[in-house]
């Protein structure tokens, strides 16, 4: 997939400004505050109908106007064109069209133009709580399977009514009801996040051994009560602890991706450094079963990559991404001349833009 040319109008402290990429690096330069990632996070928009931040589509509005729009111009690897254009109004809510036909659900939308991010941001898949990382398997799935992602929002909608029962006096019937809608959806999800696991874990291994000079060892895995018994027993054998604290406290809602160094959570006993570097291969291993699944390489999204990285392992992750295994990728860093040295170093050649104050020139 190739994101050939990008029109913003209105986009965070963008006012108005179109891009054109080539298929292979493309680099974002400027100081913090400058728009680099305001750019890499209108891409996301345009593959994933939201940001890539924990931020509502109103504030991704231009302080002082009342709507925001992306466009994008694409070309499939097979060689057609896309185009796809992303709105949003404060009164008219989100519109997103594809070849100037509107979808009836957003939804359908996820999956078509296949993208994977690595940013700072992704330091909360291992920092934060879990649904950060059930948060994570959800985007990731969702790109392969759209049958998961109308699985997910109606587990997530269930979830909510039977919340809400168990906090008035609840009848038995209606409790057995959405019980029954839990589990076909719950073990929908939960056999999907599984294999999803399985296929990462391998991938993420072999991605760190390259970036890390083969110096630790790696792994990840899905916890869930599900791996042990089904979820109709979990469900009954939780019915009194439910009705005391007048919430669900079982499900596939509460479920973790456990991720590990050396045999140790990662989060205790891995460094910045080798955080990092997991982060990295876990996405480098998303793109890969991604782009295997879809027949479609996604777009690659390297935001301010030097954060908690050493240079000579930025070096390793440019000279690995920048065979034909990976198609287009986008990098924002604040140093251009670092930037250059390296690219240079790596060989091929790459776009460079330059941002300042919400304006990009070559």
């Known amino acids: 997939m190739y994101l050939k040319k990008i029109a913003l109008l209105n986009f965070k402290n963008i006012e108005q400004e179109e891009l054109t990429f080539c298929p292979g690096i493309n680099c974002l330069v400027g100081d913090n505050g400058a728009g680099k990632t305001n750019i890499v996070d209108a891409v996301h928009y345009l593959s994933m ?3 890539s931040l924990q931020m509502t589509d109103g504030q991704s509005i231009r302080h002082g106007a009342d709507f925001f729009l992306v466009e994008g111009q694409y070309a499939t690897d097979g060689g057609k064109s896309e185009n796809v254009v992303c709105s949003f109004s404060r009164k008219g809510g989100k519109v997103l069209k594809r070849n100037g036909k509107e979808y009836d659900r957003l939804s359908d939308h996820v999956g078509l133009i296949p993208a994977v991010i690595v940013s700072p941001a992704d330091g909360a898949l291992i920092s934060d709580a879990a649904d950060e990382r059930r948060r994570y398997l959800n985007a990731f799935i969702s790109q392969l399977d759209r049958a998961y992602l109308s699985s997910v929002m109606r587990y997530n909608a269930v979830l909510a009514e039977r919340n809400r029962l168990l906090k008035m006096q609840p009848d038995e019937v209606m409790l057995q009801i959405y019980d029954r809608q839990l589990v076909e959806h719950g073990e929908a999800i939960h056999a999907r996040r599984r294999e999803a696991a399985e296929l990462l874990q391998p991938v993420v ?9 083969d110096r630790e060892q790696v792994g990840l895995h899905y916890r869930s009560e599900l791996n042990e018994r089904p979820f109709g027993e979990i469900l009954l054998a939780a019915r009194q602890k439910d009705l005391a604290n007048e919430f669900t406290t079982a499900g596939i809602h509460r ?4 991720l590990r160094i050396g045999g140790y959570p990662l989060r205790k ?19 890969a079963i991604v782009a295997r699944s879809k027949g479609e390489r996604p777009l690659l999204l390297l935001d301010d990559l030097f954060d908690k990285l050493d240079a000579g392992r930025v070096e390793q ?5 920048s065979d034909e295994t990976f198609g287009q990728i986008l990098i924002t860093d604040c140093n251009p ?3 250059r040295t390296i690219l240079d170093k790596a060989g ?10 919400g304006k990009a020139r070559r």
């Open 49 to 51: 109908c939201k940001s």
């Open 205 to 213: 291994e072999a991605y760190y051994r390259t970036l890390s000079g």
């Open 255 to 258: 479920d973790d991706l456990v």
């Open 269 to 287: 006993y891995g460094s910045q450094g080798q955080q990092k570097s997991f982060l990295i291969a876990l996405k480098l291993a998303q793109y």
């Open 317 to 321: 992750l440019i000279r690995l991404v």
């Open 337 to 339: 001349t670092r930037l």
């Open 348 to 357: 091929g050649e790459y776009l460079l833009y330059t941002v300042e104050n």
